[in-house]
């Protein structure tokens, strides 16, 4: 089955860094990438919406300037999060839909800022 | 907010069925119900996903009702390893090619010896 991998699955930061998270289809092109946060014993929560080439599309509440996605090719999107705080400290998951709508997991980056 | 409602726990016996319900009354015409579900500390699996047809692959059975308002995902012989929280999501906004998957509370299954 068709397999999307995410980098680093692990990152410990300090306070006030960013940190840079990488979302890559392997075997197929995703022309829409989804970004989702959990926390824990909490459900996930959908953060933004990426297409290929285009400016990604936020959910409501949830900082464009904090969270900085982008979606360079279609095999590939990045999550920054910038001048990260332990507030920001989360279990962070992509997927990625196929040019024929299925829908593919990774399987999640888990951020802790110090 | 999801479209989706669901009991927060179930218990079931290993080798028996687990069925695990979901109510989605204000789901749309072209809106897909879809089935995860999640291991501790991984990313959601993928198990199945109906439009109004019951579904079947060699993982788990979907039962649609008829006016579409709810659902049951069948798990016909559940084993320990099927533990994990299931999620029920309808897909919003895109039928089947498009659209996004908003998350609700999803149920906690536990499978007992």
């Known amino acids: 089955g068709a397999v999307v991998s995410q980098h680093p699955s692990r990152v410990i930061c300090k306070s006030g860094t960013s940190v840079k998270i990488e979302c890559r289809s392997l075997d197929f092109q995703a022309t829409t990438m989804f970004w989702y946060r959990q926390f824990p014993k909490q459900s996930l929560m959908l953060m933004a919406t990426s297409n290929e080439g285009s400016k990604a599309t936020y959910e409501q509440g949830v900082e464009k300037d904090k969270f900085l996605i982008n979606h360079a090719s279609l095999t590939l999107s990045t999550l920054t999060v910038t001048s990260a705080h332990p507030e920001d400290s989360s279990f962070y998951i992509c997927?990625?839909?196929?040019?024929?709508?299925?829908?593919?997991f990774g399987e999640g980056s888990r951020l802790t800022v110090l | 907010d999801a479209k989706t409602t669901q009991p927060p726990s179930m218990d079931c016996a290993e080798g028996r069925a687990a069925n695990l319900p979901c109510n989605h009354s204000?789901?749309?015409?072209?809106?897909?119900v879809y089935w995860y579900r999640q291991i501790h500390s991984q990313g959601p699996q993928y198990i199945i996903h109906g439009l109004k047809n019951n579904e079947t692959n060699e993982m788990a059975s979907l039962i649609i009702t008829e006016d579409r308002k709810s659902s049951t995902l069948i798990l016909p012989h559940a084993t320990l390893r099927d533990t994990a929280v299931y999620y029920c999501?309808?897909?919003?906004?895109?039928?089947?090619?498009?659209?996004?998957?908003?998350f609700g509370q999803g149920t906690e299954l536990s499978v007992k010896p």
């Open positions: 999501i309808v897909r919003v906004g895109g039928g089947n090619q498009g659209g996004k998957l908003i």
């Open positions: 204000t789901i749309s015409g072209n809106e897909y």
């Open positions: 997927s990625a839909s196929s040019v024929t709508g299925e829908l593919f």
